[in-house]
């Protein structure tokens, strides 16, 4: 089967002098769940907004099972770290999940499937502002899933959460992702995050960014927060991960210190 996306030969600036994607290439498998990791401020989110078709690379191509597309399209949904501005303040929970179904047939039902499996039913008539931060980013899951995406694009969604939310979200993606069969493209700056729920890992190096590694991350799912995360298998493959980031981040360290002499 065609992968689901395929980002080739990426290049984006958004100013001649500042190049920001320099050649990204990688897949993403059916049923694949993709993290990116890299330095602050490579180009993460850029690499999110080609992908989606938000913005058109320079050169190269994103392709969806070998074929271009336009505009962003209905089988891939994006969650953003900012949940405040994601969702409308003046629409309850149920309509904000419902904004972005056209279709109206089975409307009600697919609205409050989506909110089941976020654990939100309850709150289907309160508004945005009357939920926790977790509560809020599960919204905008229940509204990112009740379209049906084949692929998930999540750009840092848990960076705003406490870190205990932030663990119960991460089980509830994997869930998620799982009973739909979605692939998934998650940033992140988390590396424990990134391989915890990865199938592979996409390593950035800093701007401009292009992948300094794939790394495969075989750890067997279910995947728990405890065991998974205490197995020598985990421990090797963070340690791994770590080590290129940091490396990325240091080259970034010693480019600014220049720029600045
Ligand atoms: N619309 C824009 N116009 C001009 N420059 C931009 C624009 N968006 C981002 N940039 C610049 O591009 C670079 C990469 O930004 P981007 O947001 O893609 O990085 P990131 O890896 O997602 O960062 P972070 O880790 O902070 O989320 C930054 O230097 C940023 O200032
Ligand atoms: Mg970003």
């Known amino acids: ?9 990426v290049t984006k600036a958004y100013n001649e002098s500042a190049p920001i994607l320099q050649d990204v290439t990688f897949k993403v498998e059916p049923g694949q769940f993709t993290a990116v990791v890299g330095p602050s401020g490579c180009g993460k989110t850029t690499l999110l907004r080609c992908i989606a078709s938000l913005m058109q690379p320079d050169t190269g191509s994103v392709l969806h099972r070998g074929q271009q597309f336009k505009e962003p399209p209905s089988w891939l949904s994006i969650v953003f770290q900012d949940y405040n501005r994601s969702l409308f303040p003046w629409l309850t929970v149920r ?6 179904l056209r279709d109206k047939n089975g409307r009600a039902e697919r609205v409050l499937a989506a909110l089941r499996s976020v654990g939100l039913e ?5 508004y945005p502002w009357q939920l926790s931060g977790g509560m809020q980013q599960r919204c905008a899951l229940a509204r990112s899933i009740v379209v049906t995406p084949q692929l998930l694009l999540l750009d840092e969604p848990f960076a705003s959460v406490d870190a205990q ?6 089980d509830m993606v994997m869930d998620i992702c799982r009973r739909m069969s979605l692939s998934a493209l998650l940033v992140t700056h988390d590396i424990d995050e990134a391989v915890f729920m990865a199938d592979k890992v996409v390593v950035l190096s800093t701007r401009p960014a292009r992948v300094v590694e794939e790394i495969e991350i075989n750890l067997p799912r279910s995947r728990d927060q405890l065991s998974t995360k205490e197995s020598p298998e985990f421990l090797h493959l963070r340690h791994r991960v770590y080590t290129l980031v940091r490396q990325q981040a240091h080259k970034s ?5 220049t720029d600045r002499t």
């Not at 309509?95 to 972005?100: S, T, W």
């Open 122 to 126: 309850h709150a289907a008539d309160l």
């Open 95 to 100: 309509k904000n999940v419902a904004f972005g």
């Open 253 to 257: 360290t010693i480019v600014a210190s």
């Open 165 to 170: 939310t932030r663990t119960d979200l991460q």
């Open 1 to 9: 089967m065609q992968p689901i996306i395929c980002v080739e030969g």
